[in-house]
């Protein structure tokens, strides 16, 4: 059974979604299973100038950035401890 594939319309739902939290919540209300790939996939694309999320150049993993990463001017990658200024 292949529950992980998403029909077109949910697709597309997933597609209208700005951030990576409004795509969680999407899934959890439709039902959809995101495997790991699919959220880094998710996660790693453009979100523009609110995104609260960035890939690491490093080891490619999704670093969230908080308030206080925002106020710092930096945040550090949890998986590889490389530093990007915000
Ligand atoms: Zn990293």
Excluded at 20 to 33: D, F, R, S, T, V
Aim: hydrophobic share 25%.
């Amino acid at each position: 059974m292949e529950s992980k594939d998403l029909t077109n319309e949910q697709k597309d739902k997933v597609k209208a979604c700005k951030t990576p939290n409004e795509i969680l919540e999407l899934a959890k209300n439709e039902g959809i299973e995101l495997d790991e790939e699919q959220l880094e996939q998710i996660s790693g694309g453009d979100w523009g100038v609110d995104s609260r999320y960035i890939t690491c150049d490093e080891c490619h993993s999704n670093v969230t950035v908080t308030e206080q990463d925002f106020a710092k001017h930096y945040v550090v990658c949890p998986k590889c401890n490389s530093v990007y200024n915000i």
